[in-house]
């Protein structure tokens, strides 16, 4: 199994433990690029863009700045990214 087939597999697991009460977020590459978009960051296609990427965001909500899309940083970056989405759309529709 790949890294990131490991990492959704746990992901899912631990979404589950935790009690995510919808479909528990994927770390896969172009998921992690899209909520990364909602709030304004543009991620690159290299690998270790994407890397520093999820290292930034995590030193910025206080996880351990590993740069692994584990389970609770792709909690974490999903939820804000829906945040974002739902304050751009409150500010579309004003």
């Excluded at 590993?66 to 529709?93: C, M, N």
């Amino acid at each position: 199994m790949t890294a990131r087939g490991m990492l959704t597999v746990v992901g899912s697991a631990v979404g589950g433990l935790i009690g995510w009460s919808d479909t528990p977020p994927t770390a896969d590459p172009e998921s992690l690029r899209a909520h990364f978009a909602d709030f304004g960051v543009q991620v690159g296609p290299d690998p270790a863009e994407l890397i520093e990427a999820v290292r930034a965001f995590q030193t910025r909500v206080g996880i351990d700045p590993d740069g692994e899309a584990g389970p609770e940083t792709v909690h974490l970056l999903a939820h804000y990214a829906r945040e974002a989405r739902a304050l751009a759309a409150f500010r579309s529709a004003a």
